[in-house]
């Protein structure tokens, strides 16, 4: 089998990985990939954008891909299942429709309001005055979130009210694009997040471990929400009870609610939960693909081939499939990260001690890198490499990845010395 993968991050990159441990893969290309892809044995980079689906359709029907792993949101909501179904590919992926629980937060809160999934109370708005009157009435802490894409960066958890209120412009005056043109503001949830992903068929739901993503910027999770600066699996928090309310109350009531529209979504479903302390808990928001990083962290602990999943999920045939099989044990993944993300920062750094990381028994996948001329690895984005360890329980796993990251150089790294904070307090 070969197969495409579409995006560029260390998502892609550990997919792409994952799928080539299988004897049945015998190629995998991505689109466009990165440093990590380009290295990786069996792989190939091709470079189109990943919104040129008619690119990929041509060079998949052209050189028997027979399947489409999609990583990231973007060409997901821009409809490229529908697309390349309907040029007779097999594709993972929700079609267009689906992937509006991702590409429009007011989209999906109704659709959680409509079926009964326990989420933060949320008002939508379309402009500015009425937003912040709203907001005066509500108090802080409060969030404030641009309705569609931003990789991350869309939302405010603000203390006060002028911070909600500068959200509230910058959104409106279109940092975000269109992204921006409805703004949620939303009770502020207080507690422990958890990542649940699960692969679906449109009938069957079959959640994967449980992760636990930081995703402010700052050691403590403070400071400016990234894409996720570290993440690990198994999570305390998600106790079995926990799993089986989050199966019920919110992944079969939304796969239904979505049914329910006439949306066959087949891929993965993810939600954000926000844990309280006492147990209780809220969905912060649906993605409609695998998590970056979380992926960095649960496909290492997979054992079940994932293209046999995968495929399940295409066919329908979810329900046959046995239970998931996991390796004993613990994954934590940090991420090294371009100095002055997720604002501003400079690319085109040499990046060394990747094999010496490696060495020590790391797994790196590559997030934002790629190769210069001179076939050396260098920066090419924010977050640069995620750093993985595993190990038979949390401590090996976060103390493995913390020993390879110690082995990596570049201008300008930065990384948190606190994944995992809340389960161990680790000496880095
Ligand atoms: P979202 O893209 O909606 O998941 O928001 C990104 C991040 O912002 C989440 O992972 C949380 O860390 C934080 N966040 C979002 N919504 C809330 C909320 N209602 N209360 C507290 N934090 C939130
Ligand atoms: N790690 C957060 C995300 O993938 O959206």
Not at 367 to 385: E, H, P
Request: proline fraction near 4%; charged fraction near 20%.
């Amino acid at each position: 089998m070969k197969v495409l993968v579409v995006g560029n991050g260390g998502r892609e990159h550990a997919l792409a990985w994952k799928l080539l441990q299988s004897n049945k893969v015998e190629q995998v290309v991505c689109v466009p990939g990165n440093g990590g892809t380009a290295t990786l044995e069996r792989c190939q980079n091709l470079p189109l954008a990943v919104d040129d689906f008619e690119g990929m359709s041509q060079f998949a029907l052209k050189n028997g891909i027979s399947l489409v792993v999609v990583g990231s949101e973007i060409p997901l909501s821009n409809g490229i299942t529908d697309y390349l179904q309907n040029q007779g590919l097999m594709v993972f992926g929700p079609v267009k429709a689906g992937a509006q629980i991702e590409a429009s937060k007011a989209w999906a809160k109704a659709l959680m309001q409509e079926a009964g999934v326990p989420t933060a109370t949320a008002a939508v708005f379309t402009e500015s005055a009425a937003a912040k009157s709203y907001l005066q009435a509500q108090g802080s802490p409060i969030v404030v979130k641009a309705d569609g894409l931003a990789a991350g960066k869309g939302v405010t958890v603000a203390q006060t009210i002028e911070q909600a209120e500068t959200a509230i412009d910058v959104i409106f005056q279109g940092q975000f694009g269109s992204a921006g043109n409805f703004v949620l503001i939303e009770e502020c949830l207080l507690g422990q997040e958890v990542s649940v992903l699960a692969l679906t068929d449109g009938l069957t739901i079959r959640p994967l471990l449980p992760a636990r993503d930081h995703k402010r910027i700052g050691e403590g999770d403070t400071g400016e929400n990234t894409g996720g600066m570290g993440a690990y699996t198994p999570t305390p928090i998600a106790t079995l009870e926990l799993m089986a309310r989050v199966q019920t109350e919110v992944l079969e009531k939304t796969i239904t609610a979505l049914r329910n529209r006439g949306i066959d979504y087949r891929g993965v479903l993810y939600a954000g939960l926000m844990v309280a302390p006492n147990g209780d808990f809220k969905v912060l928001e649906f993605n409609c693909r695998f998590g970056d990083p979380e992926t960095q962290v649960i496909l290492p602990l997979l054992e079940t081939p994932l293209e046999d999943l995968i495929l399940a999920c295409i066919d329908q045939r979810l329900g046959e499939m046995p239970p998931l099989a996991w390796k004993e044990g613990s994954a934590a993944t940090v991420v090294a990260a371009s100095g002055g993300y997720p604002g501003d920062y400079e690319k085109g750094k040499i990046i060394t001690g990747i094999q010496k990381a490696e060495a020590a028994g790391a797994i790196v996948f590559h997030a934002g890198t790629k190769l210069n001329s001179a076939q050396q690895i260098i920066t090419d984005g924010g977050r640069v490499l995620n750093i993985t360890g595993i190990g038979e329980n949390f401590q090996q796993a976060i103390t493995q990845a913390y020993t390879g990251i110690k082995h990596i150089q570049f201008s300008g790294l930065y990384y948190r010395r606190d994944i995992g904070h809340r389960v161990l307090k680790i000496e880095t």
